[in-house]
């Protein structure tokens, strides 16, 4: 993290920052296009175009699915990656209406739905919903009508389309009645419960780091998903709190600095990364995609070069003001 965050502190230019940006964005579109080479193509690939070595290919049981992981990692690596890059672009979406950003948010939405993972296609709700809460957001009773009966519709359109293709694959995904996803959920829950208990019988050190996630002790493994669980058990209650707390105060500064500047840049760095933050807070009680390889890197990147941006405009205006 720390290399993340201290680097982009020496950027003296805007310049700086937008090439960082371009550099991720770009070569983001270029797994998010082999993800698709990976899923239409997946019989005609070797395994090792599809996931990275000694993992197993990613599909279901019973059909010839291959899930796409642009080799981040596993599905849920590799789709919540394609969230991050979902919410810069549709902050670019709402701020210039470039019909060239709404096909770039409509293709990462497509590859995101190609992995089936149920936690990243509720995360593309939630990205939209924060980030068009913060472009749109007024205290009025009109806005507020107007939100309710947003959302009311889309629920609707939403339950009928669920119900006129209750047997496809996809809905069967969704609402958890296909068979490895009820294995899947039942395992989650099973884990949750025997973190909780363990943390109350060891509630100050917990069981050591390094000890859980998949690449954790097999002795000491009590969860292998489940990002704040595993913090709190690696970590003991008291630092894993600290820890948390750390994480939160992080897109605090983002949100009351997207509020506060003016610059149009910083503004758009700030509401990507509070959209990021929203889903991986939330999905962090049931996955680990949060702390997975790729999505670590690019989320204390974003916030890096956020404060990066952030010193450069402060700097600005007060060389201004001298003057």
Not at 213 to 237: C, H, R
């Amino acid at each position: 993290m720390a290399p993340l965050l201290y680097i982009p502190l020496f950027f003296k230019r805007t310049s700086s920052v937008t090439d960082i940006l371009k550099l991720f964005l770009h070569l983001g579109l270029c797994l998010t296009v082999f993800s698709f080479v990976q899923f239409f193509l997946s019989s005609k690939l070797p395994d090792s175009l599809l996931v990275l070595r000694g993992e197993s290919v990613f599909g279901f049981y019973n059909t010839d699915i291959v899930r796409p992981t642009a080799l981040l990692g596993n599905t849920i690596i590799y789709a919540s990656f394609t969230l991050v890059l979902f919410a810069f672009y549709l902050t670019r979406y709402l701020y210039h209406r470039k019909r060239t950003h709404l096909f770039i948010i409509f293709m990462i939405g497509l590859a995101n739905l190609l992995t089936f993972t149920r936690a990243s296609i509720v995360g593309l709700v939630i990205v939209v919903l924060v980030c068009v809460f913060l472009k749109y957001a007024r205290p009025t009773l009109l806005f507020t009508i107007k939100i309710v009966c947003i959302i009311l519709t889309l629920s609707t359109i939403v339950s009928i389309g669920f119900y006129l293709n209750k047997n496809s694959f996809l809905v069967q995904r969704l609402t958890g009645k296909e068979a490895s996803t009820q294995g899947s959920t039942n395992e989650h829950i099973t884990q949750i419960k025997n973190a909780v208990l363990y943390l109350k019988e060891h509630p100050i050190a917990g069981a050591g780091v390094g000890s859980q996630g998949a690449s954790g002790d097999p002795s000491k493994k009590i969860i292998t998903d489940g990002y704040w669980f595993q913090v709190m058990l690696e970590n003991g209650v008291p630092l894993g709190l600290l820890y948390v707390l750390f994480h939160f105060i992080c897109p605090l500064f983002a949100l009351t600095s997207f509020y506060r500047t003016e610059d149009l840049l910083l503004k758009k760095l700030c509401m990507a990364f509070v959209a990021v933050s929203a889903y991986f807070f939330a999905a962090s009680f049931l996955n680990s995609g949060f702390a997975g390889r790729a999505n670590y890197i690019s989320y204390w990147l974003i916030f890096g070069t956020l404060i990066a941006q952030y010193i450069i405009v402060k700097k600005s205006q007060n060389a201004t003001s001298r003057y």
